[in-house]
């Protein structure tokens, strides 16, 4: 059983920055795939970055490219996503998403999510 908590949401003012954080289960690293996704009100949940289980392949949004960065640090079980530069638009509910198997961008191709996090930037 994977398990995935977020914190770090919060309100930012446009140009910003804000972190999160998903605490994740001891063994998710070593067998899944990790990936951040988001919802804002009335739209579809949507693919924002992710790497593979292997830690050798990051992938960004090209809405957030150059401005968000995930990274993880193994000794925390944790991941991150460091926002930057941070628009009205990226306002949202951020969720961190785990995957076994083989590496994809698509929200139903994910198992484990966490309860997600909100993320606010106004303008």
């Known amino acids: 059983q994977v398990q995935l908590v977020e914190s770090g949401g919060g309100l930012v003012q446009a140009g910003g920055s804000l972190g999160l954080s998903c605490a994740t289960s001891?063994?998710?690293?070593?067998?899944?795939?990790i990936a951040w996704f988001r919802q804002a009100p009335g739209k579809e949940r949507e693919f924002v970055a992710g790497f593979t289980w292997s830690g050798g392949s990051r992938y960004y949004a090209d809405s957030v490219k150059g401005r968000f960065t995930i990274s993880r640090d193994n000794a925390k079980n944790t991941v991150y996503l460091h926002m930057n530069s941070l628009k009205p638009e990226d306002t949202a509910v951020y969720y961190c998403?785990?995957?076994?198997?083989?590496?994809?961008?698509?929200?139903?191709?994910?198992?484990?999510w966490g309860q997600g996090t909100q993320v606010t930037v106004s303008s």
């Open positions: 998403a785990a995957k076994p198997g083989f590496w994809s961008r698509e929200v139903r191709r994910y198992d484990y």
């Open positions: 001891g063994r998710t690293f070593s067998n899944y795939h």
